[in-house]
Each structure stands twice: as structure tokens, then as C-alpha cells.
């Protein structure tokens, strides 16, 4: 009897035991089921995430993209803003007013009035221009004064007079290619240009008015590209009859008198617009105690 109960309790501890395996293992079934699904949801996640990234990405560049368009055309539109402002506010008209044709025995060049005082005014201008004259006077043993004048025009750009002065050179300098003239008389019609007291620098922007090809007060823009061995370059047009003319800043301040250019062709014809002017320093020293 006892035996028997004790093989039942056996049985019964063995029929527990594989119950609790069994629920164990399903257990541990499910939970890797469980972890393989989640795992499988992260990994959905992840790409998701990644997906949403590259959007985010592209749609950052494509507003950077935009900014920067955006960005260059306000660039664009203040330079040109810019440009206006400036023509605003520099007097060409009176660069104009102050500049006079040159006339030599032989050719012609520029010249700029820079001063008037008691019933006489003074022109600067180049040496060449009027070397002929000097010399003729030299080799004559007689006075032989240059002519200054500057034609009269309608709105529509033809000439309908010109005016002539005799002027006297009163100073000369072949070396430094400047001469200073001064006729009897003050002609309400043309301006005083001051000779500036600032030194101009490379890039700052000039204007150019002078008599190119006999084309009278005629004006062109560019920059000041360099300054070397008393010369000012500049981009601006010059050509035969700038010679003598005004180099003026912004303010409408001569600061160099255009007197050749850099490169001619074959025929002696001008085949770079790069200009040279006579450079401020110079300028001054030549006028030193003369106005």
C-alpha cells in the first residue's frame, strides 16, 4: 500500500515538473517572438527616421539654396542701387563747365581752369599741346600765344558757335609734361574745378573729361587701376586729344592730367583704353606758389 501511494506521488511530482517546463519554455517562446517583433519594428523605425532625415536635409538645402538666389539678387539690386546713387550725386555738368579745348599751332588737346582771380583765369593742361607754340616762339624770337576756347551746342548735340581765347603760357615743363596758361579774361560759362587735397587710391572710381578725336567735353567712368612712377592708370576711355584734359574723383576734384596711353598698334592708333595721368603729387608741385 505504501509503495503504491509512493509511486502515484512520483507520478504526480513528474506530471507537475513537465507542466512547469512546458509553460516555461512557452514562455520563452512568446518573448522571443515578442523581441523579434520588436526588433523588427525598430528596425521599420530606424529606416523611417533615416528616410525623414534626408528629407529634412534636402528640404534645408533647397531653402539654403533659395536664400542664397534671394541673397545675390538684393547683392545685385544694391550694386545697382549703388551705381544710381553715385551718378546721383557727382557733377558731371561741372567737370564739364570746367574743361576747355586746347589749341596748339598745329593740333589740339585739353585743358582744365582752375583758377580765376582779378579778371584773369588759369588753365592747366599738358606740355605737348602746346609745345609747337613754345617753340615757334623759341626759334622766332617772338610771342606766340596758344588759343583755349570750347564750342557752343544745342540739345540735340550740334554745334551752333564756338568761343576762342588767346592765352599766354606762363609756365612750362617739358620733363613733367605740364604747362600753365592764362588768358585775360572770365568767362561766366566755364567752372573753377579745385584740385583735390585727398590722394586718390587704387579702385577708387574717376572720371575722365577732356577733347578725345576733337570730340569735345566729353566724359568717361572707370577706376583708378594703379599708380606707378608719378602716373595714375585708369580704365577709363582715353585717347588722342585727352591729352591735358581733367582726371576728376567723385566730389568733381581734379586729381591728374591725362597725357597718354598705354599701348598703340601698328598705325599708331590706341589699342588699350588703359589711360595715364599725370599723378596728384606732381600737380601740386608744379602749381606750388602759382595760384
Known amino acids: ?20 517546463l512546458f509553460y516555461d519554455i512557452s514562455k520563452l517562446t512568446d518573448f522571443a517572438i515578442s523581441q523579434q517583433n520588436i526588433d523588427t519594428h525598430l528596425f521599420s523605425i530606424e529606416e523611417i527616421q533615416s528616410a525623414i532625415d534626408d528629407k529634412v536635409i534636402q528640404a534645408i538645402q533647397n531653402n539654403t539654396d533659395s536664400i542664397n538666389d534671394i541673397q545675390n539678387q ?15 550725386t557727382v557733377d ?3 567737370m564739364l563747365r570746367g574743361s576747355v579745348t586746347v589749341y596748339g599751332l598745329a593740333g589740339l588737346g585739353s585743358g582744365t581752369v582752375v583758377s580765376v ?5 588759369y588753365i592747366l593742361t599738358c606740355a605737348h599741346v602746346v609745345a609747337d607754340v613754345v617753340e615757334a616762339a623759341l626759334t622766332q624770337k617772338q610771342s606766340s600765344p596758344a588759343l583755349i576756347g570750347y564750342e557752343i551746342e544745342n540739345e540735340r548735340g550740334y554745334e551752333t558757335g564756338n568761343v576762342r581765347y588767346a592765352a599766354e603760357i606762363i609756365k612750362y615743363d617739358a620733363i613733367n609734361d605740364m604747362a600753365l596758361l592764362k588768358m585775360d579774361w572770365v568767362d561766366a560759362n ?25 570730340v569735345m567735353k566729353t566724359i568717361s567712368r572707370g577706376i583708378l587701376s594703379n599708380h606707378k612712377e608719378g602716373f595714375y592708370f585708369s580704365d577709363n576711355t582715353t585717347t588722342f586729344g585727352n591729352s591735358g584734359g581733367g582726371l576728376y574723383n567723385k566730389n568733381g576734384e581734379l586729381i591728374g592730367i591725362p597725357s597718354n596711353v598705354m599701348g598703340y598698334s601698328f598705325f599708331g592708333i590706341p589699342e588699350s583704353s588703359l589711360g595715364l595721368s599725370i599723378d596728384l603729387y606732381r600737380i601740386k608741385e608744379f602749381l606750388r606758389g602759382e595760384l
Open 190 to 214: 566755364l567752372d573753377v574745378i579745385a584740385i583735390a587735397n585727398t590722394y586718390p587710391q587704387k579702385g577708387d572710381v574717376v572720371y575722365s573729361v577732356g577733347n578725345p578725336l576733337g
Open 74 to 88: 538684393q547683392n545685385i539690386l544694391t550694386d545697382i542701387m549703388n551705381v544710381f546713387a553715385e551718378t546721383e
Open 92 to 94: 558731371t555738368n561741372h
Open 117 to 121: 582771380s582779378e579778371g584773369q583765369t
Open 1 to 20: 500500500m505504501n509503495s503504491r501511494l509512493v509511486k502515484i506521488a512520483i507520478s504526480i511530482l513528474v506530471v507537475c515538473a513537465f507542466g512547469i
